[in-house]
Protein backbone atom coordinates (compact mmCIF):
# COMPACT_ATOMS: atom_id res chain seq x y z
CA UNK A 1 0.00 0.00 0.00
CA UNK A 2 1.01 3.59 -0.97
CA UNK A 3 1.13 6.57 1.92
CA UNK A 4 1.22 9.02 -0.35
CA UNK A 5 -2.48 7.39 -2.06
CA UNK A 6 -3.77 7.33 1.56
CA UNK A 7 -2.52 11.02 2.36
CA UNK A 8 -3.62 12.75 -0.41
CA UNK A 9 -7.00 11.12 -0.27
CA UNK A 10 -7.72 11.94 3.34
CA UNK A 11 -6.31 15.57 2.88
CA UNK A 12 -8.78 15.96 -0.11
CA UNK A 13 -11.48 14.34 2.04
CA UNK A 14 -10.81 16.78 4.64
CA UNK A 15 -11.17 20.04 1.84
CA UNK A 16 -13.93 18.90 0.12
CA UNK A 17 -12.40 20.34 -2.88
CA UNK A 18 -8.48 21.54 -3.47
CA UNK A 19 -5.89 21.73 -5.66
CA UNK A 20 -2.40 19.88 -5.64
CA UNK A 21 -0.70 23.20 -3.89
CA UNK A 22 -3.76 23.03 -1.03
CA UNK A 23 -3.13 19.44 -0.73
CA UNK A 24 1.01 19.49 -0.14
CA UNK A 25 0.61 22.38 1.99
CA UNK A 26 -1.31 19.96 4.14
CA UNK A 27 0.51 17.31 3.96
CA UNK A 28 3.70 19.21 4.71
CA UNK A 29 1.94 21.20 8.07
CA UNK A 30 1.44 17.05 9.29
CA UNK A 31 5.40 16.61 8.60
CA UNK A 32 4.30 14.19 6.79
CA UNK A 33 7.25 14.74 3.86
CA UNK A 34 9.51 14.15 6.83
CA UNK A 35 8.13 10.29 7.46
CA UNK A 36 6.22 9.60 3.60
CA UNK A 37 7.19 9.40 0.65
CA UNK A 38 4.66 12.40 0.08
CA UNK A 39 6.94 14.98 -2.64
CA UNK A 40 5.60 17.16 -4.58
CA UNK A 41 6.24 15.43 -7.50
CA UNK A 42 4.65 11.97 -5.31
CA UNK A 43 1.45 14.76 -4.73
CA UNK A 44 0.92 15.89 -8.05
CA UNK A 45 1.29 12.34 -9.33
CA UNK A 46 -1.29 10.88 -7.07
CA UNK A 47 -3.29 13.55 -7.78
CA UNK A 48 -3.50 12.66 -11.61
CA UNK A 49 -3.23 9.21 -10.94
CA UNK A 50 -6.31 9.14 -9.39
CA UNK A 51 -8.12 11.16 -11.54
CA UNK A 52 -7.64 8.72 -14.31
CA UNK A 53 -8.86 6.02 -12.30
CA UNK A 54 -11.94 8.02 -11.40
CA UNK A 55 -11.37 8.00 -7.70
CA UNK A 56 -11.48 12.41 -8.23
CA UNK A 57 -13.05 14.30 -10.17
CA UNK A 58 -10.91 17.61 -11.64
CA UNK A 59 -12.00 20.56 -12.56
CA UNK A 60 -10.64 23.14 -14.21
CA UNK A 61 -10.22 26.73 -12.49
CA UNK A 62 -9.87 30.37 -13.72
CA UNK A 63 -6.11 31.17 -14.84
CA UNK A 64 -4.66 33.30 -11.11
CA UNK A 65 -5.28 36.85 -10.99
CA UNK A 66 -1.37 37.09 -11.45
CA UNK A 67 -0.98 35.73 -14.84
CA UNK A 68 -0.37 31.83 -13.85
CA UNK A 69 -2.01 28.90 -15.50
CA UNK A 70 -5.12 27.60 -14.09
CA UNK A 71 -4.81 25.52 -11.42
CA UNK A 72 -6.80 22.02 -11.25
CA UNK A 73 -9.17 21.35 -8.25
CA UNK A 74 -9.73 18.19 -7.21
CA UNK A 75 -12.29 16.27 -5.19
CA UNK A 76 -13.38 12.49 -3.97
CA UNK A 77 -15.45 11.12 -6.28
CA UNK A 78 -18.16 7.84 -4.32
CA UNK A 79 -15.34 5.11 -5.77
CA UNK A 80 -12.26 7.64 -4.26
CA UNK A 81 -14.71 8.17 -0.82
CA UNK A 82 -14.76 3.96 -0.41
CA UNK A 83 -11.45 3.78 -1.64
CA UNK A 84 -9.67 5.87 1.24
CA UNK A 85 -11.84 4.23 3.77
CA UNK A 86 -10.76 1.07 2.55
CA UNK A 87 -7.72 1.99 2.83
CA UNK A 88 -7.21 3.52 6.27
CA UNK A 89 -9.24 0.54 7.65
CA UNK A 90 -6.67 -1.70 5.87
CA UNK A 91 -3.33 -0.16 7.36
CA UNK A 92 -4.91 -0.43 10.66
CA UNK A 93 -5.82 -3.91 11.06
CA UNK A 94 -2.54 -5.23 8.50
CA UNK A 95 0.49 -6.64 11.33
CA UNK A 96 2.82 -5.31 8.88
CA UNK A 97 2.44 -1.98 6.79
CA UNK A 98 5.07 0.30 6.15
CA UNK A 99 5.50 2.51 9.25
CA UNK A 100 4.67 5.64 6.72
CA UNK A 101 1.68 3.87 5.93
CA UNK A 102 0.89 3.22 9.39
CA UNK A 103 2.03 6.78 10.14
CA UNK A 104 -0.62 8.01 7.94
CA UNK A 105 -3.70 6.08 9.01
CA UNK A 106 -2.91 6.54 12.38
CA UNK A 107 -3.25 10.46 11.54
CA UNK A 108 -6.18 9.91 9.53
CA UNK A 109 -8.09 7.35 12.48
CA UNK A 110 -10.52 9.86 13.28
CA UNK A 111 -12.26 10.22 9.70
CA UNK A 112 -13.52 6.16 11.20
CA UNK A 113 -16.19 5.78 13.98
CA UNK A 114 -14.94 4.77 16.49
CA UNK A 115 -16.10 0.84 16.73
CA UNK A 116 -14.45 0.06 13.12
CA UNK A 117 -11.52 2.04 14.62
CA UNK A 118 -11.75 -0.66 17.51
CA UNK A 119 -12.21 -3.42 15.06
CA UNK A 120 -9.58 -2.94 12.81
CA UNK A 121 -6.82 -2.67 15.39
CA UNK A 122 -8.33 -5.07 17.83
CA UNK A 123 -7.43 -7.37 14.19
CA UNK A 124 -3.97 -6.37 13.92
CA UNK A 125 -2.95 -7.00 17.77
CA UNK A 126 -4.90 -10.37 16.81
CA UNK A 127 -2.34 -10.85 13.60
CA UNK A 128 0.71 -9.34 15.89
CA UNK A 129 -0.21 -12.25 18.57
CA UNK A 130 -0.55 -14.40 15.69
CA UNK A 131 2.89 -14.31 14.05
CA UNK A 132 4.93 -14.17 17.31
CA UNK A 133 2.72 -17.88 17.63
CA UNK A 134 4.13 -19.25 13.99
CA UNK A 135 7.72 -17.64 14.86
CA UNK A 136 7.94 -19.85 17.82
CA UNK A 137 5.87 -22.55 17.00
CA UNK A 138 8.42 -25.00 15.87
CA UNK A 139 11.03 -24.12 17.77
CA UNK A 140 11.97 -26.03 20.98
CA UNK A 141 10.77 -24.81 24.13
CA UNK A 142 14.03 -24.13 25.91
CA UNK A 143 15.82 -22.31 22.64
CA UNK A 144 18.54 -19.71 23.35
CA UNK A 145 18.33 -17.35 20.23
CA UNK A 146 22.22 -16.22 21.32
CA UNK A 147 23.18 -20.00 20.46
CA UNK A 148 21.66 -19.50 16.82
CA UNK A 149 23.95 -17.02 15.23
CA UNK A 150 22.85 -14.54 12.72
CA UNK A 151 19.43 -16.66 12.50
CA UNK A 152 18.52 -16.41 16.45
CA UNK A 153 19.51 -12.62 15.70
CA UNK A 154 16.82 -12.58 12.54
CA UNK A 155 14.36 -14.54 14.94
CA UNK A 156 14.84 -12.25 17.61
CA UNK A 157 13.80 -9.15 15.79
CA UNK A 158 10.39 -10.58 14.34
CA UNK A 159 9.83 -11.82 18.27
CA UNK A 160 10.41 -8.08 19.07
CA UNK A 161 8.34 -6.56 16.22
CA UNK A 162 5.83 -8.67 16.71
CA UNK A 163 6.25 -8.18 20.85
CA UNK A 164 5.93 -4.35 20.36
CA UNK A 165 3.62 -3.59 18.10
CA UNK A 166 0.91 -5.95 19.77
CA UNK A 167 1.56 -3.62 22.88
CA UNK A 168 1.29 -0.50 21.38
CA UNK A 169 -1.60 -1.42 19.08
CA UNK A 170 -3.23 -2.37 22.51
CA UNK A 171 -2.25 1.16 23.92
CA UNK A 172 -3.65 2.72 21.10
CA UNK A 173 -6.90 0.74 21.60
CA UNK A 174 -6.93 1.26 25.07
CA UNK A 175 -7.02 5.08 24.67
CA UNK A 176 -9.42 4.80 21.71
CA UNK A 177 -11.92 2.61 24.67
CA UNK A 178 -11.32 5.40 26.73
CA UNK A 179 -12.76 8.29 24.56
CA UNK A 180 -9.49 9.52 23.02
CA UNK A 181 -9.78 11.68 19.77
CA UNK A 182 -13.57 12.51 18.29
CA UNK A 183 -14.44 9.80 15.93
CA UNK A 184 -16.05 10.58 12.81
CA UNK A 185 -19.39 9.40 14.11
CA UNK A 186 -19.19 11.91 17.31
CA UNK A 187 -18.25 14.95 15.22
CA UNK A 188 -21.56 15.99 14.66
CA UNK A 189 -22.24 14.98 18.45
CA UNK A 190 -19.92 18.16 19.29
CA UNK A 191 -22.16 20.44 17.87
CA UNK A 192 -25.25 20.12 19.77
Known amino acids: MNSVRLLVLGALRRRGR ?7 TDLESWGAHEWSTATSGSVYHALRSMAGKGLLVAHETAPSAAGGPPRTEYELTDA ?44 RSRAMRDWRTSITAHLPADTDLDTWGP ?29 AFTMADEAADSTE
Open 80 to 123: GEQEYLTLLSRALADREPGLDVLGAAIGLIEDLPREQALRMLRE
Open 18 to 24: AHGYQVR
Open 151 to 179: VGEVLSLWLTTADTGAQWTDRLIRRLEEG
